[in-house]
């Protein structure tokens, strides 16, 4: 239990720097807390090298996702801004559907405001556009952004 603590910790760190305020996409603590306490959601901890974090050491990203029937939605997906570009959310995600495959899925999916810089990301992974849902968020400064939904077959 201490030990999910001390992540939750280290994920909130991540959330505070990684997430820009104009879109009100990070989560707060509750949020993440209530969604470990359900026992469908997985997460996974990146060092500043992208592979898996040691206990207690400082971590550069993170994942959340949720699984359902033969499917896992990845619902958070960040790295802070001092270690982007240096492969470690190509290796996270990596990590993340490997592992989601793992726990049975057999498709991956994702949602994203359309102009996310993680397009290219995804989409170099294997995720196509399925779906989008047109003015589906509201940014802080008042803008209307459209939802785009990603899937890839595992
Ligand atoms: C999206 C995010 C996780 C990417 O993390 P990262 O560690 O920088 O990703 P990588 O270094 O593995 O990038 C892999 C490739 O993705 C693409 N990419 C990543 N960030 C990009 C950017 N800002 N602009 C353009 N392409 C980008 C590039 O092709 C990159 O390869 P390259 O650096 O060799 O050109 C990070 O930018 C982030 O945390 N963003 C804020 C949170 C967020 O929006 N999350 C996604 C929610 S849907």
């Given at each position: 239990m201490s030990q999910k603590i001390d992540d939750i910790d280290r994920i909130m760190?991540?959330?505070?720097?990684?997430?820009?305020?104009?879109?009100g996409e990070a989560w707060n603590r509750r949020q993440i807390e209530?969604?470990?306490l359900?026992?469908?959601?997985?997460?996974?901890?990146?060092?500043?090298?992208?592979?898996?974090?040691?206990?207690?050491?400082?971590?550069?990203?993170?994942?959340?996702?949720?699984?359902?029937?033969?499917?896992?939605?990845?619902?958070l997906f960040a790295v802070a801004p001092q270690f982007r570009r240096r492969g470690v959310g190509q290796q996270l995600l990596a990590r993340f559907a490997a592992a989601a495959k793992e726990r049975g899925a057999r498709r991956l999916l994702l949602e994203m405001r359309r102009g996310n810089s993680a397009e290219s990301l995804y989409r170099a992974h294997g995720f196509v556009q399925i779906g989008e849902r047109l003015n589906?968020?509201?940014?802080?400064?008042?803008?209307?952004?459209?939802?785009?939904?990603?899937a890839c077959d595992c």
């Open positions: 760190a991540i959330m505070a720097v990684a997430f820009d305020p104009e879109y209530d969604a470990l359900i026992g469908n959601c997985h997460y996974l901890l990146a060092g500043e090298a992208g592979a898996e974090a040691l206990a207690g050491e400082p971590i550069a990203g993170f994942s959340l996702s949720r699984t359902g029937y033969e499917e896992e939605e990845l619902l589906y968020y509201r940014s802080r400064s008042g803008p209307r952004l459209d939802a785009i939904t990603f």
